[in-house]
């Protein structure tokens, strides 16, 4: 009796994340691999962009935790004081691709980006920059090569940067600029090819997150934050594509 109490005890901590949409399988990998050491810690995770997640905690929303695309949210969060003080952190540097399905004609791996100029591209799907920080290193990339102006009204926006990938897995759009680790993702890679864009071409997409202040289970999201940022999370993320970032 006393060991099924200590059970029913030990697996009532709970965690909700919300996390940038780019982060999907990295994730649901992660969440699974650190259910192994802290089977006492029930993680659950909603995914979205960045900036929607950004309005929702503002209003209220109840998460123990914020992965978002972007270090520029978390930092606004604590700034206006709803972050647990001193909780910030860098997980991850993220990375983007020119993604076509594998019988697209377009010749990708020696145009990269400029192939998306090519007459035949009628449009192409990223996420909306206005509250998608993929979205936003996406257009600053075409501006930086010089073929905005030839590619911004073939444009359409995903509500995050994985509904932007549906459009292209899809067939909606004739490709799209997507992050790294959805285009390592097992479907995703079934059905397309791609090439990373040159993080020289867009501001680092430095991806952070912040434990809220609001928190009802402060200890158990730490100690997820410290699982992400720690040997076994950086191993899963790189995975998935993404880059490690400085100390």
């Known amino acids: 009796m006393a060991a099924l109490l200590w059970a029913a005890t030990a697996r009532s ?18 969440v699974s691999d650190f259910r192994k050491s802290r089977p006492d ?14 309005a929702q905690i503002e209003s209220g929303a109840p998460f123990d935790l914020f992965l978002s695309a972007d270090v520029d949210y978390p930092e606004e969060l604590a700034a206006r004081g709803l972050t647990a003080p001193g909780s910030e952190f860098l997980y991850a540097i993220g990375r983007i691709v ?3 399905r594998k019988e697209s004609p377009l010749d990708v791996a020696g145009r990269g980006l400029f192939a998306l ?6 449009k192409v799907a ?5 509250h ?7 257009e600053a990339a075409l501006k930086s090569i010089g073929v905005w102006d030839a590619v911004r009204e073939k444009l359409v926006f995903g509500e995050n940067v994985a509904q932007a990938a549906q459009f292209v897995e899809s067939g909606a759009a004739e490709a799209g600029i997507l992050a790294f680790s959805l285009a390592l993702a097992p479907e995703m890679a079934a059905k397309g090819r791609w090439v990373e864009i ?40 790189a995975r998935y594509g993404f880059a490690v970032p400085s100390p």
């Open 126 to 130: 990223i996420a909306n920059p206005r």
């Open 41 to 54: 810690v029930d993680v659950t995770v909603t995914y979205g962009s960045s900036g929607s997640f950004f």
């Open 198 to 237: 040159p993080p020289s071409v867009h501001p680092p997409l430095r991806q952070g997150g912040v434990i809220l202040k609001s928190s009802a289970s402060p200890d158990a999201a730490k100690a997820f934050r410290d699982y992400l940022v720690g040997p076994a999370g950086r191993a899963v993320l």
């Open 98 to 100: 020119v993604w076509v």
């Open 117 to 122: 100029a090519d007459p035949s591209v009628k």
């Open 13 to 30: 901590a709970e965690v909700s994340v919300a996390a940038a949409a780019d982060l999907k399988f990295a994730l649901d990998a992660s």
């Open 132 to 138: 998608a920080p993929y979205g936003r290193a996406a």
